[in-house]
């Protein structure tokens, strides 16, 4: 395999990293459609400077090195046992090296306690779709168009957009991942039965355990209960479908 190196995105790289994943976003977008710009989010630009900086702000960026040169970037974030990969480019003088089958590798291998890993990229970025798909080992779950949304969104910027997953065995790291979330929750369930109805903290607590409850988390979390994987002695109330649910139904949430 390639030998590759993530080392943490520098401050003073931050300018480059952006011009150098705009670079490698518009390739992709120039080789599928040549002089079209109907799929850029900013003049002449597939990948804006906004949503690059806001994915460096939120997550975890990475520069990719080979033999001590700059040949690509990353961004990930990570929550307890699930993982989302916000940007991976590679310097398109560099393609068809490797390098980013290695740097997904190293992420994997830097978050052993990831069991669920998600990305999404555009509809006609084909390179891509076979990275993740036939390469990384990543499944379409989701397509987001005029007829189905990003949730919770409305300028439309994720529209034409594929959703990847990647499930990974449950390890040990996860599975500690996932009863640190259970324990929280759970914690945030007893405080909120204990609180008076008029209480202003208590619709803040149910907002958030109806969140956890809807999520695919939720359902991580309750088969694993299902299948013997935590501990006896865990508490794991918010994992019953009849105590979180009653507690929701009965403050209408």
Known sequence: MTEIKLLPLEESDREQFIKDNQEAFNYGALEEFGLRDDNFEEDGEIISRRTIEESINEGSAFRIFQDGKKVGGA?????????????????????????????????????????????????????????????CGFHIVEYF?????????ED???????????????????????IKRVTHYEDIMQTALKLNEG????????????????SDAWKRD????????????????????????????????
């Open 156 to 178: 439309g910027k994720h529209s034409d957009m594929f959703r990847f997953e990647k499930r990974l065995p449950v390890s040990h790291e996860a599975l500690q991942e996932q």
């Open 75 to 135: 961004v990930i974030k990570t929550e307890y046992d699930h993982g989302e990969l916000e940007l991976l480019f590679v310097s398109p003088s560099v393609h068809n090296n490797g390098i980013g089958y290695a740097a997904w590798c190293e992420i994997e291998d830097m978050h052993p306690e990831v069991a669920v890993w998600e990305t999404i990229t555009p509809y006609f970025e084909t390179r891509n779709i076979h990275f993740y798909v036939n390469r």
């Open 222 to 253: 309750f088969t694993s209960d299902e299948a013997g994987l935590f501990p006896k002695e865990l508490k794991r109330g918010v994992l019953s479908e009849d105590g979180i649910y009653n507690l929701l139904e009965e403050y209408d949430i």
């Open 199 to 214: 209480s202003p903290e208590l619709r803040k607590l149910l907002i958030e355990l109806r969140a956890y409850y809807v």
């Open 145 to 153: 168009c005029e007829q189905h949304s990003f949730p919770n969104e």
